[in-house]
């Protein structure tokens, strides 16, 4: 691999690795003190899960990131692609931000169904340039679909 393709790499999986890190700040000090005084729907997974997935989930997304930079496909798509991809991160960072550092359920979860969406169109730009790029933003998606579900019930339940 050329230089340009392992700078390509490592930047694709930083950066959500990063969003997740910024993320973890806020839920962190949050997560046993103001969440465990929430009601809960019964589907709440247990908190342990959370850190794995997101840890597979950002790694995923890395990898469709890194696939889109790489790929042959004209300047213009690529770059749509990372500028959409990039505006997403920072939806995804936000949501905590909300969530759990304003402790803010609903706006929250307003911030998610935005998210959600931008994940949607990301599935289906990054499949249009690599067709695996698109299919390892699913799992991602069908989490912020369960998380939105959650977020919801939160909200409504508080």
């Known amino acids: 691999m ?11 999986l930083i950066l959500p690795q ?49 696939l889109v930079l790489i790929s042959e496909q004209g300047k213009d798509k690529v770059r749509l692609a990372a500028g959409l991809f990039c505006v997403h991160l920072l939806l995804n960072t936000l949501w905590s931000i909300l969530f759990f550092g304003l402790r803010n359920p609903l706006l929250a979860f307003i911030d998610i169904i935005v998210l959600w969406l931008m994940i949607t169109a990301l599935v289906f730009i990054f499949w249009r340039i690599r067709k695996l790029a698109g299919a390892l933003m699913i799992p991602y998606w069908l989490w912020v679909s369960f998380a939105s579900v959650l977020n919801y019930s939160i909200w409504r339940m508080n």
């Open 18 to 66: 990063s969003a997740g890190a910024i993320g973890g700040f806020f839920s962190a000090a949050n997560v046993p003190t103001w969440y465990q005084t929430l009601l809960k729907p019964s589907f709440t997974p247990p908190g342990w899960i959370f850190g794995p997935v997101w840890g597979m989930l950002y790694l995923m997304m890395g990898l469709a990131f890194f």
């Open 2 to 12: 050329s230089r340009s393709c392992w700078l390509k790499l490592i930047v694709a």
